[in-house]
């Protein structure tokens, strides 16, 4: 992006109520912000000069005030085992993230990003290890979905927020995502149609809740105690698991929206019956869900797992009344699968 680009507004981060307020400010109509939107958001148009029923004077002002981000496709790979398609995008500052396209029977889910890297320090996962560089703007998880459903002709029925980064960790930039992604006006997805993924920041857990959006929170759980959980994720030395737990009842009581665990299996670390039975009852009482992952192969760690322990597992929690599914891996062939999206694909 040129430099004087960087110094204009990113009019995709905005809300239609702000660009009302902006387009007032600059002398004209407000109505004109809902056109703007739709070229925005429903025309998905990239550059002001397309919005024909806008005067040229208007296109100039706008032009000058705002500018319209785009994401580049430097790479994209796709799967020959499934039909999941991952893509590296170039940001406008440089960086780099991925997206992965996946296609279920019910239709075609995006996995998205959140962050440039992480700071969480997950052992397992791959996104954490070259470090954080900074948020993800509003417009450019935005753009994720609008540039891959451009690219792939596919229409995205489905949005999960499982890619790099922690969601709950940009929290704003993703209040604000959302807002934009389910405006009548745009592109009018509801919100019951995204998942949103966390390993467990409990404070915005409480501040989503309060949002009742109906989307569906996962948590990575991972293990059942603290001491195993706080080797393999740091952050529940911050906020450890009862505290967690307490914080998705309040979720469930104030949505009532069932939630999702995600139990990334690994031999010999979390899979044992006793764990199971742990499992089993932190969630009693909650109508929730484990989804279990055998834990994906990275090359900086040695951890293992395979579909045979998942099962195994599964039907531990089966036989002790919990509802437990084990995750059909997509893309493991092209990096894509979870745990395993890295902002530098070099490394
Ligand atoms: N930061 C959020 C969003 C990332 S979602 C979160 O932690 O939930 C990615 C999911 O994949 C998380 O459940 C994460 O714990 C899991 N994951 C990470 N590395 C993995 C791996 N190697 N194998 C399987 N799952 C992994």
């Known amino acids: 992006m040129t430099e004087e680009n960087q110094k204009k ?23 004109r912000a809902k056109q703007i939107w739709q070229w925005l958001h429903i025309k998905k148009v990239r550059n002001f000069d397309k919005m024909s029923n806008l005067s040229a004077q208007f296109r100039n002002k706008l032009s000058n005030a705002f500018c319209i981000k785009s994401l580049i496709i430097s790479k994209r790979l ?8 991952k893509y590296l995008y170039e940001l406008p500052d440089g960086n780099h993230i991925e997206t992965v396209l996946m296609e279920y029977n019910h239709g075609y889910s995006l996995c998205v990003s959140t962050q440039v890297g992480c700071k969480m320090g997950c052992k397992f996962c791959a996104s954490t290890i070259a470090g954080f560089k900074r948020n993800l703007e509003p417009s450019e998880i935005l753009l994720q ?10 229409k995205v ?10 969601p709950l960790d940009n929290f704003e930039n993703v209040i604000k995502f959302l807002e934009i992604l389910s405006d009548k006006d745009g592109s009018n997805m509801s919100l019951r149609h995204v998942s949103l993924s966390t390993c467990g920041i409990v404070p915005r857990i409480y501040d989503l809740a309060d949002k009742n959006y109906g989307l569906t929170l ?32 309040y979720y469930l009581r104030k949505t009532g929206r069932r939630i999702s665990f995600e139990y990334a299996l690994i031999n010999g670390v979390n899979d044992s019956m006793e764990q199971a ?29 395979d579909r045979k322990s998942a099962k195994r597992f599964q039907e531990y929690l089966i036989d002790l009344g919990v509802n437990a599914t084990v995750r059909r891996t997509l893309g493991s062939d092209i990096d894509a699968a979870c745990g395993q999206l890295r902002r530098d694909y070099e490394i």
Do not use: W
């Open 9 to 31: 507004v990113d009019i995709l981060s905005l809300s239609l109520k702000e660009i009302e307020d902006i387009i007032l400010l600059l002398g004209e109509k407000k109505f």
């Open 78 to 85: 796709a799967s020959d085992i499934d039909n999941t398609v």
């Open 145 to 154: 979905i609008y540039e891959t459903e451009r690219d792939s002709g596919k």
């Open 157 to 166: 029925s489905s949005i999960v927020l499982m890619g790099i980064g922690e």
């Open 218 to 249: 996962s948590i990575s759980l991972h293990a059942t105690t603290n001491a195993t959980r706080g080797e393999i994720m740091p952050v529940n030395n911050k906020y450890n698991i009862n505290e967690l737990i307490t914080a998705c009842k």
């Open 277 to 305: 039975v742990q499992l089993s009852k932190l969630l009693r009482g909650m109508q929730s869900h484990v989804n279990i992952i055998p834990i994906n192969k990275i090359k900086e760690h040695k951890f293992t797992s």
